[in-house]
């Protein structure tokens, strides 16, 4: 029998640090595991760490399971012989006067029964929908170059206070909350220089003319090198295309200029595995200083930046290796890509007027909508959080007065913003030309800048709050007004219609690749083994699917159930559905879907799925495998085919 035994002394003052999981039994031969929960404390002002006034914790085992855990008085011992050796994160609020939750945090996934007997999990304890502060870089910078390296992340080029480049590589480590200067310098001069982490973990930097690879294990940059027969520029735009290489596109035509800049139209592709480029089409449109996602269907979709007469790029280009289109955008300055497919962009490129529109571009070129920001803004940030929110921060508007918020949120379940109350001294002031980028513990690091008429050091961290890929979350139900954690990949068509109950209504559209017309995800949460169920409705002649495992708006497991059809079960890989890897023995009834509410159930154990409708099973099959991912229901039929979910929920 596997015990757990934490102790968490989170009250008086040597807060700090530690907590012991013990798993009995966990290591060969029976021996007990002992296992050290490191909390992350920087030494610095309005550092993160555990608050005062903590009264109470609450710590939680999270896995594929229901998840576990004790609470107690924050000055005591807390313990618990209820954590499983299959849990695979941790996550802890801190409760204050009259409870209320004051600092909360959530490890990293991690494997207890790999963990080494005295290993450690760090928890950095932040408050909930706030900042707090790390310790700073080595050297100060602005327009930083930022990409995941391994559990923490890689810091590269920038301009100084001087206008020169930054010579040196930092590296953020989360369990400490502080960066390491690298020994190893990086390229001289990584002004506007692109990087995209590989699927092998190493990071892929590029600038004018030259590349090279850092690898996170060693912690050592490869050699520089020419990119022979390719043109490479800085203030290009990178992006993993979904077979491993990397699109290198687009950049400042001119060497050593800055934006805004004259860009260029050229391309070229990174191979991994032979670490060379070749020539690739070239863009449509010239591009410098946007950004580059890329689709379901394997198309890249550029956004933002400046063009071929350095102004404002006002149109968008989905590429592919044989073919572009272009599609009009208006002036972008910061784009996130949304987990249910499809992206946000919107404000206005550093150095330009501010702009407070944002659009919303959908998955496989669905349709999308302009929303209203709540203030103008340049040069900022747009990162996605893992309940599906985009943090705005930062940017600067002459216009706008002193009282602008530093941050705001984008809510994607109702596809509006909503401005983030901060407290005193929260990110130092107003900041622009930074880098934010998203940790593998849910919260967000913001780096470097302008801030106060000076180059910045400074690093910050946004807690949002504790949702994440091992969460449970409860049975999702509907109100106008309400914040459910089930998000339409079309914010602006869907709606909550009232009644008893209230329904998510989600509108199909005529997309270019996959089997659907829509759907709406559980935010958060990843699942392999998984029970989803619905109560759902469609419009005549519709149908509606099961979503399993969805890695991309490309590429997921559908339970497809149609009118007058067998249920199936098919693959969806890049858009193209597959051939069936099962089929029900009897077609379902033309309205077997409509008229009222009906209970859908799916589930998948292992290879095995069995599919009930209305409490009788409909379906089973064996030697189904998928992807460990998100789950959610979608719409099957044409154009203004409609999906009503009147609940949702998922059980691990």
Not at 175 to 199: K, N
Not at 368 to 385: E, Q
Request: proline content about 7%; some cysteine; aromatic content about 6%.
């Amino acid at each position: 029998m596997y015990h757990g035994r934490v102790k968490l002394p989170v009250g008086a003052a040597p807060l700090a640090s530690l907590a012991c999981l013990s798993l009995a039994g966990a290591c060969s031969g029976g021996g007990t595991r002992h296992v050290e929960i490191v909390l992350v404390a920087p030494d610095v002002p309005s550092g993160c760490g555990v608050p005062a006034g903590a009264q109470r914790a609450d710590l939680f085992a999270l896995g594929d399971f229901v998840e576990v855990g004790e609470s107690g008085a924050a000055d005591a011992p807390l313990t618990t012989a209820r954590f499983p050796p299959t849990t695979r994160a941790l996550r802890l609020a801190v409760l204050g006067p009259a409870s209320a939750t004051i600092g909360i945090g959530r490890s990293a996934s991690f494997e207890a029964s790999t963990l080494d007997d005295g290993g450690q999990v760090a928890l950095l304890i932040g408050p909930p929908r706030g900042f707090c502060q790390v310790a700073p870089m080595a050297q100060a910078r602005r327009r930083p170059t930022v990409a995941r390296a391994g559990a923490g992340v890689l810091v590269v080029g920038g301009i100084d206070s001087q206008g020169g480049p930054v010579g040196v590589g930092e590296w953020y480590d989360p369990a400490r909350g502080a960066f390491v200067l690298l020994p190893q310098a990086p390229f001289d001069d990584l002004r506007g220089a692109s990087a995209v982490t590989l699927a092998d973990g190493r990071v892929l930097i590029t600038w004018q003319d030259g590349f090279q690879l850092y690898d996170p294990g060693a912690q050592r940059f490869g050699d520089p090198t020419l990119a022979a027969g390719v043109d490479l520029h800085s203030f290009g735009q990178a992006v993993q295309l979904a077979d491993g290489r990397v699109l290198v596109a687009g950049g400042c035509e001119q060497r050593d200029a800055l934006p805004p800049c004259a860009a260029s139209t050229a391309a070229a592709i990174f191979d991994p595995e032979s670490a060379r480029f070749t020539r690739a089409r070239a863009l449509a449109l010239a591009r410098a200083d946007g950004a580059a996602w890329l689709d379901g269907d394997g198309r890249v979709l550029l956004l933002g930046g400046f063009g071929d007469d350095a102004a404002p790029a006002a149109e968008g280009e989905g590429w592919q290796e044989d073919a572009s289109v272009t599609l009009p955008t208006g002036p972008l300055g910061a784009s996130a890509a949304l987990p249910v497919g499809g992206w946000i962009a919107g404000f206005a490129p550093a150095g330009q007027p501010g702009g407070a529109v944002a659009s919303l571009y959908g998955p496989l070129g669905a349709a999308g909508g302009a929303r209203s920001a709540v203030v103008p803004r340049a040069g900022t940030t747009m990162t996605t959080l893992d309940d599906g929110a985009v943090l705005v921060v930062g940017g600067t508007d002459a216009a706008a007065p002193a009282s602008v918020p530093e941050a705001e949120l984008y809510r994607a379940h109702s596809a509006r913003f909503e401005p983030l109350t901060l407290a005193p001294g929260a990110l130092a002031g107003r900041r622009r030309e930074h880098a934010a980028i998203r940790l593998d513990d849910g919260s967000v690091l913001i780096v470097g800048g302008v801030g106060a008429g000076e180059v910045r050091a400074d690093a910050w961290i946004y807690r949002h709050d504790v949702t994440g890929p091992w969460s449970s979350l409860p049975a999702q139900i509907f109100a106008v007004g309400g914040t459910p954690l089930v998000l339409p990949f079309d914010a602006v068509a869907a709606h909550v219609e009232p009644g008893t109950p209230a329904q998510l209504v989600v509108t199909a559209q005529a997309l270019r690749a996959g089997a659907l017309g829509g759907w709406a995800l559980l935010a958060g949460p990843l699942y392999a083994d998984v029970t989803l169920s619905a109560t759902l409705t469609v419009s005549t002649g519709a149908g509606a699917a099961a979503l399993l495992g969805l890695t991309s708006a490309g590429d997921y497991l559908a339970v497809t159930l149609q009118p007058g059809q067998p249920i199936s079960v098919a693959p969806v890989a890049r858009g193209i559905l597959g051939a069936p890897l099962c089929e029900g023995s009897v077609a379902l009834a033309d309205d077997a879907l409509t008229l009222s509410l009906h209970a859908l159930r799916v589930e998948r154990r292992g290879p095995t799925l069995r599919v009930d409708l209305d409490g009788a099973s409909v379906l089973s099959c064996e030697g189904v495998a998928g992807a460990r991912g998100a789950v959610g229901f979608g719409v099957v039929g044409g154009a203004g085919s409609e999906l009503r979910l009147a609940s949702v929920e998922a059980v691990r």
